[in-house]
């Protein structure tokens, strides 16, 4: 062993250098576990179900946030079209969801024919149901796997994936950075729910795919135990997430993203494969998406092709924003917060203000102040809510950088002393 190997300074645990994750995995535990008791499936009903079910939803809307504050607060992608991820992997899972309940509805109303029906023309009822509302029987190719749900949960992650890979592939290569490629990926989410507006896409049009609070084979499970089931997989897909996010930008392989968003041009004059590092971020995201948007629709029960208008990402990039991006806890926070209080404001439950010569009705107003909200801290808190964390984090670890260190010097390589 030599002098330069005693003096190197052993790596620490990824947890210890971290001390916020367990901070945070703490915190989700207990909320979950005081939501669990405070429910009406398993508690002393203080929380209603839907209550539940906001909660749950409000998880997975905190998971895109934080795959959104990795694309754009880490890499500096603004993207504008992540929610189209988040909407095919609650599409994907949504197949399976309505073909399986539609099956045990068209065999229980088949049970009493005369002839015990054929398995195609279990099939052809199946269709009838499902796509008459748009006048058609016929199953369309994209619901091929329908009734597996094996291959629909693989679907989840895939075509989401495939999706982002082709388009990041064509987008990177060709070097489209800055407002363009916001623009280009606002462009792909318009295009896809226009697409599926259409009553031949194969998604029911505007109709969307309904029911899927309704788990296949549960019917005698009521739905507040339901949704204790999903508040619990969101806090694990949530927690899973947030872990395995720190752990990526924790190393030098968050250096060099952080790098690519501070100075690009530089961090490809060193060597790094720019584009590679940037298809790799905004495909492992599009696939966190979809698995939070797998997990947030059967609990909100319907799905359409308005959840992937593009003003949905703009929200997702308001939330990171007021939340603080570069902060994978700002992230969540801003998703939590604003998905919180918009559920207050446009619910009813705001009382509305009586002006004399008009009545303020949060139901209206909610955007205006979500905007105010948005600027305000634009202007007098461009580290976000989440920077306020930062008053009681410890900073000794960053305290040791000297100050005018930059991500992108953090990713260039260090001269090796020399042997004599």
Not at 48 to 61: E, I, P, Q
Not at 380 to 393: E, N, Q, S, T, Y
Request: hydrophobic content about 50%; proline content about 5%.
């Amino acid at each position: 062993m030599t002098a330069l190997d005693t003096a190197r300074p052993r790596r620490r645990s990824f947890l210890i250098d971290n001390p916020s994750v367990m901070i945070f995995i703490a915190a989700l535990g207990v909320f979950t576990v005081v939501a669990t008791v405070l429910s009406e499936g398993f508690g002393v009903g203080l929380l209603s179900t839907s209550l539940v079910k906001t909660l749950g939803k409000t998880l997975c809307l905190c998971m895109i946030a934080i795959a959104m504050d990795l694309v754009w607060g880490y890499c500096g992608i603004l993207s504008l079209g992540h929610f189209a991820f988040f909407g095919l992997g609650g599409y994907m899972i949504g197949m399976w969801l309505m073909y399986a309940r539609t099956e045990t509805i068209v065999i229980e109303s088949l049970a009493n024919a005369p002839l015990p029906p054929t398995e195609q023309e279990i099939i052809d009822a199946i269709g009838v149901q499902i796509f008459g509302v748009v006048g058609s029987s016929d199953f369309p190719w994209i619901w091929a796997f329908a009734d597996s749900l094996a291959i629909q949960l693989a679907l989840v992650v895939l075509v989401p994936g495939l999706l982002a890979l082709v388009f990041g592939w064509l987008a990177f290569r060709s070097r489209v950075t800055g407002v363009y490629l916001s623009i280009l990926t606002q462009a792909m989410t318009l295009a896809l729910s226009l697409y599926l507006f259409q009553n031949d896409s194969g998604l029911r049009g505007n109709n969307g795919l309904s029911g899927l609070q309704n788990l296949p084979g549960l019917d005698e499970t009521p739905q507040s135990i339901v949704s204790i089931w999903f508040l619990w997989a969101s806090a694990l897909a949530l927690a899973l997430t947030y872990l395995f996010a720190a752990w990526l930008v924790s190393g030098k392989f968050g250096s060099v993203v952080q790098a690519i968003r501070d100075d690009e041009a530089r961090v490809r004059f060193l060597g790094y494969p720019v584009e590679g590092f940037k298809l790799f971020v905004f495909t492992l995201t599009a696939v966190i998406a979809g698995i939070a948007g797998a997990l947030y629709y059967p609990q909100a029960g319907i799905i359409n092709p308005a959840e992937l208008a593009p003003i949905a990402s703009i929200y997702l990039a308001v939330w990171v924003a007021i939340g603080g991006r570069g902060r994978l806890y700002g992230a969540v926070i801003g998703a939590a917060v604003v998905s919180l209080l918009s559920t207050w404001f446009t619910g009813g439950r705001a009382p509305d203000i009586p002006l004399g010569f008009y009545t303020v009705q949060w139901v209206d107003w909610w955007q205006v102040l979500l905007g105010i909200g948005f600027v305000c801290v634009t202007l007098f808190a461009p580290k976000g809510l989440g920077g306020l964390v930062d008053l009681f984090v410890d900073t000794k670890r960053l305290a040791q950088r000297r100050p005018e260190t930059s991500a992108a010097e953090l990713a260039s390589p260090r001269p090796q002393p020399s042997e004599n």
